[in-house]
């Protein structure tokens, strides 16, 4: 089996289904392989305590296009193709892994009075809304990447109280699941301390 899935997203039609896409990409990476290894990400916890807030602080889902919206591991080529990497996956959709890191970190710091997802019946004083710009294996410059958009949204008013673009790079190879995850999971614990230190 090869290493990389091609996903060929330029040719997807503009109004094929998210549910569609996401049955086509999966079967796309079936070839009668061995189950692809499965990865986590973590929530850095070792950074100390940030300073305090008594905000109530709720985190909504980040963001994202299609393309990394899903439990595989992104690689781009330096023509910005994008294609799977074989036999590594993650244990949940990226974006809904990020969140519950990001709500976690902010934890880990004692950073704030209180911090939850969107459901969980607390009133908050402002919004933490994230898109996901990037989270690949960049082959081009051999690290991995990861971009994330933060936006603090007054949830009484509904504007944007302050706004900024987290972005952390890695040395890595495309050629080992392993090593590939390892490398997005370290970038995005560099992203999510930046989130952390600057959200107070």
């Known amino acids: 089996m090869s290493m990389f899935v091609s996903m060929r997203f330029r040719a997807t039609p503009a109004r ?3 549910a569609a896409l996401s049955a086509m990409l999966l079967l796309s990476g ?3 392989g061995a ?3 499965t990865f986590d990400l973590s929530a850095p916890s070792d950074f100390g305590r940030v300073g305090g807030s008594r905000a109530a602080l709720v985190i909504a889902e980040p963001t994202t296009v299609q393309a990394l919206d899903s439990d595989r591991i992104i690689v781009r080529d330096s023509t910005g193709a994008l294609s799977f990497l074989g036999g590594a996956q993650w244990s949940d959709r990226v974006p809904k892994l990020v969140q519950t890191r990001l ?3 902010f934890e880990n710091a004692s950073r704030i009075a ?3 997802r969107p459901g969980d019946r607390i009133t908050p004083d402002v919004q933490l809304i994230t898109d996901i710009r990037r989270f690949t294996i960049e082959t081009a410059s051999g ?3 990861v971009e994330i958009t933060a936006k603090l949204v007054g949830d009484r008013n509904g504007q944007v109280q302050r706004a900024r673009i987290f972005t952390a790079s890695v040395p890595a190879s495309a050629g080992d699941g392993a090593a590939a995850a390892q490398a997005l999971d370290r970038a ?3 992203v999510l301390i930046q989130i952390v230190r600057w959200a107070r």
């Open 114 to 116: 209180s911090v939850s």
């Open 16 to 18: 094929l289904a998210p």
């Open 188 to 190: 995005l614990s560099q």
């Open 143 to 145: 690290a991995a990447v």
């Open 30 to 32: 079936c070839g009668g």
């Open 35 to 37: 189950t692809p290894t």
């Open 103 to 105: 709500v976690q970190t």
